[in-house]
C-alpha cells in the first residue's frame, strides 16, 4: 500500500488549504488514518487522526478548531482542510496508516512522502 500525499503550497498567514492522502483505508490495518508535520529541525509531531470505520477525529491542540481532518470511503482519500494558517504551521506534512490509533511517530507502520506547506507573513 502506498500512500501519496498532495495540495501543499505556500500561502499567507490566514489563508487556508487542503491537503489530500490518497491510497487511504485499503487494507485491514488500516484502521485509522493520521496526519503529521515536521518543521526544520523539529521533531515529527501529531496533527490530527480519523477512524476510518466511524468517523472519529482527534486533534493536536494547536489546529483544534483551525484544521478539519476527513474522509472519503468511496477514493479512498483522507484530506486535512486548513483554515487561518499561522507561520508556525509551516512545516512537511505526511500522512500515514495506523492499526490502533494513537499520536506518536511509532503508532503508525506506513507513511506518505510528505507535502510541504509554507506560511508566509
Known amino acids: 500500500v502506498q500512500l501519496q500525499a498532495s495540495g501543499g503550497g505556500l500561502v499567507q498567514a490566514g489563508d487556508s488549504l487542503r491537503l489530500s492522502c490518497a491510497g487511504a483505508?485499503?487494507?485491514?490495518?488500516?484502521?485509522?488514518m493520521g496526519w503529521f508535520r515536521q518543521a526544520p529541525g523539529k521533531e515529527r509531531e501529531f496533527v490530527a487522526r480519523?477512524?476510518?470505520?466511524?468517523?472519529?477525529?482527534y486533534y493536536a491542540d494547536s489546529v483544534k478548531g483551525r484544521f478539519t481532518i476527513s474522509r472519503d470511503g468511496a477514493r479512498n482519500t483522507v484530506d486535512l482542510q486548513m483554515n487561518s494558517l499561522k507561520l508556525e504551521d509551516t512545516a512537511l506534512y505526511y500522512c500515514?496508516?495506523?492499526?490502533?490509533?494513537?499520536?506518536?511517530?511509532?503508532?503508525?507502520?506506513?507513511w506518505g512522502q510528505g507535502t510541504q506547506v509554507t506560511v508566509s507573513s
Open positions: 480519523i477512524a476510518w470505520r466511524n468517523g472519529i477525529r
Open positions: 500515514a496508516e495506523s492499526a490502533w490509533g494513537g499520536t506518536e511517530v511509532a503508532d503508525y507502520h506506513t
Open positions: 483505508g485499503r487494507t485491514t490495518r488500516s484502521n485509522f
